[in-house]
DNA sequence: CGTGCTGTTGATCCCGTTCAATGAGTGTGG
DNA sequence: CCACACTCATTGAACGGGATCAACAGCACG
């Protein structure tokens, strides 16, 4: 925003598209807080390309419904949910993502790095930073998580993490299904 | 969310597409607000519908990216803004939503109907009918709305309602371009 | 008139912010 | 090697915005 506050609006992870066909510029910044490999495309042969190719177009109308969906679940934490919710929320789609990456699978124990400082994660959940440092410690003297850093994440059971962030009621074991809908 | 509390995740106006092609159901719920017309297709045959027109994918993806800038902007709505520039926020869709449909070139004053109630506003912004219902009140008292009913709202002037809504900086009538940007 | 629903208004409380100090990790230069 | 600076993270104390609880008003029903 023009004073300064902002907020995060997509975690991005491969494979995933970035940018918008038909649109001169995107109104966002985007920012690479891990080693990255980008695929870029001229935007005008773009166009062309998906004239040739129609499968590219129903892939890129997939990804995008998939982002939408991830974008509405992300309405779910902001608008709902309390700091320490939508602090284990967030480490729960750090958590899934890493499971889903390294094909561990329906692992209940994962590790994982923060790639970004509190302060970014607040501005991921709209929080301050000193929330979310608070949140984090608390979690861990909680058991729901361990620090072997600042920035070293392990989660011995992601079904606990789950619970804490609200997406489970509290019926014990339901996290099977919910974690591979966050994924 | 399984213990009552609840997000709204989009506003539909139209012609606006319901329901993902490729999945089996939504997670969400769909409630019209408004008199409706629905256009129904069966699943089945969309898909052979979209073989046969492509175009029909490019107008789906088209419509997809719009929402999703949509989705995005109101992630910012929710976890950056006040209750008051929320408020704000929400009623100055509307008004641009109003200008549009009645095709109002560039209007200052705006006047539409609330068809929901303070309570789905209030899950609309992440706060509560109370908090809603005061800030309202806070806003006509200081001129930027006026309130024929508690469900009519006239906006005397758009730009004074982004102000408000925290999407303008300051400086007087860039509204011009903001309000086109939420439209 | 009573009943129910929606919206308004008031009083109090609490979660998260704000402001401020301290700690921990890292790189720099003496 | 240590002193220093710098950034990121943690922790504490006080404040405030919005939630919560509660009473009441307006209005459409029967």
Redesign the pocket.
Known sequence: MKDGRNQMVGLLMPPSFLGQPGQESSPYDVVAVDYTVLCCFCRNQFGDLMKEFPHLTDRLLEMSLRELDAARQWLLVLGCK???E?TASFLAVLASREAVAKALPRTRRIAFD?TI???AI?ACL?????????Q??ALKNDGIIQ?K???RIVVPDVNRLLREAGDVPAAPDEGDRAISAIA
Chains 1, 2 share one sequence.
């Open positions: 309390l700091a320490r939508k923060l400082s509190r302060e607040a709209g929080l301050t930073m000193e929330t979310v440092s608070r984090i410690t620090l850093s600042a920035r």
